[in-house]
């Protein structure tokens, strides 16, 4: 394919893309640094080539658009940049200016804009789409497929669960709080139990949950995928949904939505109309973990003996190892590491062990296992490898994309046996 020349369009914020000092201190963070070992494939490289894009030195063709596209937006640079680089916001407006000026193959353009852009972001088609691909399976017709089907399928549980939320869960006793709930597009079609779990669990700390129908796709999908408008218009829709209710917090089980729904003040403040209430309800999306663990004082009562931290659980203890992989857009774009393991450590005691590697991503990344499987199977198996070390039989996490790609990936590796779990659902089975 020729490049194609490229006029200067300053898509980046001056500031923010020059606050790269070239330090290199992310390098080591990088899953597809550590991966490929190529710079281009690296933070430090990719601000490179957004720069050189902006500035015109660098047409808009396959060198460029191959390492963008490589980039998991995982943000774990972000996390470790002493320079305070807003990656994950030139990612963005970067793969939003590439995506509207680069002719991508048939193939990548129907993933992209047909199956990622229209379907997986609304429910109902999302469960017709399923269908073909679930009977698929259970008649175990993947054999005949070409390999990126077979891998998109090895992603789909055996076990799906929908539900649809009652506008208005009261608190169990008298209320202490009034929260909003996302319901999520993945988590509604493949997560129902999840969902529900997570507002048993609310429900049980004193909080009327509300779910409004009205409520779409937080955007993340749009946003990640170089569509920024249609995030703003999915923004727009859920700020409007829920600050009518005049709730003390919206709550997110999901990661990757969570870490959208926060960032929804930065996405709209060019919107005079909309900035303010875009922050507002930014400021009040919390994810399940911190919430509970926040003032609210939820509490876990089960019953795991979680004095003994010393123990050595398998000779010691019949209860079952338990470990805990961060997802990417809990612990880098939302800081948050400490609650959920709080909160896995509460039920699991002295058989929590640590995963090794455990913030670096397991290669879903949103869709990123569907565009990039190559690059996403070696990230699986490389989380694969470090959950079978720490002989753990129960790994919990926070993100249905997290979910799905450890529990494909313990399967290839032939250890179904080991339990990949929602943490929302891993408290539920515990609380008394
Ligand atoms: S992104 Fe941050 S950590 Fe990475 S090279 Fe630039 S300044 Fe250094
Ligand atoms: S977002 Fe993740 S994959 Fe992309 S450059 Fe940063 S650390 Fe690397």
């Known amino acids: 394919m020729n ?9 980046l914020d001056e500031d923010k893309s020059l606050a790269c000092i070239h330090c290199g ?80 193959s048939w193939f990548q353009t129907l993933l992209r804009r047909v199956a990622i852009e229209q379907v997986f972001p609304i429910p109902e088609r999302m469960r017709i ?14 054999k005949f497929l070409p390999k990126f089907a077979r891998e ?36 509604s079609v493949m997560f129902g139990e999840t ?41 727009r829709t859920n700020i409007a949904a829920f600050e009518r209710l005049g709730l003390d917090a919206i709550i997110i089980n999901a990661a ?52 003994n931290a010393n123990a050595k659980p398998e000779t010691q203890n019949p209860k079952p190892l338990v470990t805990y992989h961060d997802a990417c857009h809990l612990c880098h774009a939302q800081r948050i590491t400490k609650p959920p393991r709080e909160l896995v450590k509460s039920v699991a005691g002295g058989n929590f062990v640590e995963l090794p590697e455990s913030d670096v991503c397991c290669g879903s990344a949103g869709s990123y296992n569907l565009t990039e499987p190559e690059m996403a199977e070696r990230l699986q198996r490389r989380k694969t490898e470090n959950i079978l070390k720490t002989g753990a039989k129960v790994v ?4 249905p994309g997290c979910l799905l790609q450890i529990k494909a990936g313990l399967k290839k590796a032939g250890r179904g046996d080991i339990e990949a779990i929602h943490i929302a659902d891993y408290l539920a089975r515990e609380i008394k």
């Open 3 to 11: 490049p194609t020349a490229t006029p200067i369009e300053h898509f």
């Open 25 to 104: 201190l992310c390098l080591g963070s990088c899953p597809t640094y550590l991966e490929t070992g190529n710079e281009n494939d690296s933070p430090r490289g990719r601000i490179y080539l957004m720069r050189a894009v902006q500035d015109g030195r660098l047409p808009i063709g396959e060198t460029a658009v191959r390492h963008i596209d490589l980039c998991l937006g995982c943000r774990a640079c972000e996390a470790v940049c002493p320079s305070g680089v807003q990656y994950g916001e030139l990612l963005e407006h970067t793969r939003d200016h590439l995506e509207h000026r680069h002719k991508r």
């Open 129 to 142: 789409a399923l269908m073909p691909a679930r009977a698929i399976k259970a008649l175990r017709l993947e």
């Open 152 to 187: 998109a399928l090895s992603l789909l549980p055996e076990k799906m669960s929908a539900s649809e939320l009652p506008p208005v869960t009261p608190s169990d006793g008298e209320r202490r709080a009034r929260v909003g709930f996302i319901s999520g597009c993945v988590m």
């Open 195 to 235: 969902n529900e779990n997570s507002v048993k669990l609310l429900t049980g700390t004193g909080c009327e949950v509300h779910t409004p129908g009205e409520q779409v796709c937080c955007g993340a999908l749009f946003a990640h995928s170089g569509q920024l408008e249609r995030a703003r218009e999915c923004a």
């Open 256 to 307: 990757g939505c969570g870490s959208t729904l926060k960032e929804y003040g930065g996405l709209l403040r060019d919107d005079p109309k909309w900035a303010e209430r875009a922050a507002k309800f930014g400021a009040k999306v919390k994810d399940l973990t911190e919430f509970l663990v926040s003032g609210f004082g939820f509490r876990v009562e089960v019953g795991a003996d979680t004095s």
């Open 396 to 399: 919990v996490t926070t993100n």
